[in-house]
């Protein structure tokens, strides 16, 4: 997924890119101008690809954390820790793929659009519940993972 997020990250940096060109040659007579819309399409694109990169942050414990107090505490604290911090993180993810699910309902339901290329708003719920969900599913693997952790039959993932 995360693969797929740079993917779109690359598309929508050559539309821009192509839509400034557009507009410096529509100016000097050359072109037919910039890309309609595309402030719609980039702010779906770059919410999309945040989400795409989440699931790939989650299974490497690429999150922000504290780590102050890590070295003073023994092994079998931090294991526990790990998972506390994983089940926080599952619960979030879970809470976040939730309201983007009712946010797309409603969206799809009353019909509304980008203000110019009227692109239905529900599309950039959608793609951005992609990513939750693959959130949802890594972040329950780590879970899993911790738990395997804390029981001693998997390493401590830093």
């Known amino acids: 997924m995360a693969l797929a997020g740079g993917l779109l990250l690359l598309v929508i940096i050559v539309l821009t890119c192509v839509s400034i060109i557009g507009r410096a040659l529509f100016s000097s007579g050359i072109c037919c101008g910039p890309i309609r ?17 989440l699931p790939w ?5 690429g999150h922000a954390a504290v780590d102050l107090f890590k070295p003073a505490f023994p092994d ?10 994983d ?13 983007l699910w009712l946010g797309m309902l409603d ?15 529900w599309i950039g719920y959608a793609a951005c519940l992609v990513g939750a969900v693959g959130f949802v599913l890594v972040a329950a693997f780590c879970v899993l993972r911790a738990l395997r952790g804390l029981i001693g039959l998997e390493p401590v993932v830093e």
Do not use: W
């Open 87 to 99: 089940i926080a993180m599952l619960v979030l993810a879970s809470l976040i793929a939730h309201r």
């Open 37 to 53: 819309g595309i402030y719609d399409y980039t702010e779906i694109a770059v919410g999309a690809a945040i989400f795409a990169f």
């Open 76 to 85: 079998g604290v931090n294991r526990l820790l790990n998972l506390v911090i």
């Open 107 to 121: 969206k799809e339901r009353f019909g509304e659009t980008t203000l110019i290329a009227q692109v239905p708003v």
């Open 57 to 61: 942050c989650q299974y490497q414990a």
